[in-house]
């Protein structure tokens, strides 16, 4: 009876390994995309703070030039590459035509997250833009912008 059975537990680690492995891979990459994502908050958020307390980035930013801003997402974001294709960042600044002041402040970050689990990318990942595979990340910030500091 010993020798009939003496494989089965073989067989069985050999069927529950790649599940198990897949789950855990699965895992790291929700710790991931969770990781990116509080990144990316924390660094809008910043930025969108600093536009509105700095009036110089702020009105650039309104004629156009809102590389000052951007490049603060870029200072603040952490665990990932801040000069990455994969990040696109875009300032939007309201401006209130009867007392020609700038009111509203929005900053928007994009990122195509890239998983290391196997298919995940092909089941979920159509949201990027440019036909890139992965999952789309999208945060963004909006802020009144005080009275005094216009």
Same mark, same amino acid.
């Given at each position: 009876?010993r ?12 069927l529950?390994?790649?599940? +198990?492995f ?8 929700l710790? &991931?995309?969770l ?6 908050t924390?660094a809008? &958020?910043?930025?969108? &703070? ?6 110089d980035?702020?009105?650039a ?12 997402v870029r200072?603040? +974001?952490?665990g ?10 875009? +300032?939007?600044v309201?401006?209130d035509?009867e ?5 509203d402040?929005?900053? =928007?970050?994009d990122?195509?997250f ?5 298919? +995940?990318d092909?089941v ?12 789309l990340?999208?945060v963004?910030? =909006? ?6 500091? &216009?």
């Open positions: 009876m020798n009939k059975e003496s494989g089965q537990s073989l067989v069985e680690s050999a529950v390994f790649p599940i +198990v897949f789950l855990f891979i699965g895992f790291l990459d710790g &991931r995309v990781y990116f994502y509080a990144s990316m924390t809008v &958020r910043e930025a969108t &703070r600093f536009a509105i307390v700095d009036p980035s702020l009105s930013a309104y004629l156009g030039n809102p590389e000052t801003i951007e490049q603060k200072d603040y +974001v952490f990932m590459n801040p000069d990455s294709p994969n990040l696109h960042i875009s +300032v939007t309201l401006r035509e007392t020609d002041s700038n009111t402040v929005t900053v =928007t970050a990122y195509c890239k998983a290391i689990t196997p298919l +995940v092909r979920i990942g159509e949201g990027c833009p440019s036909s890139q595979k992965g999952i990340l999208t963004d910030s =909006t802020m009144h912008v005080s009275p005094y500091a &216009r």
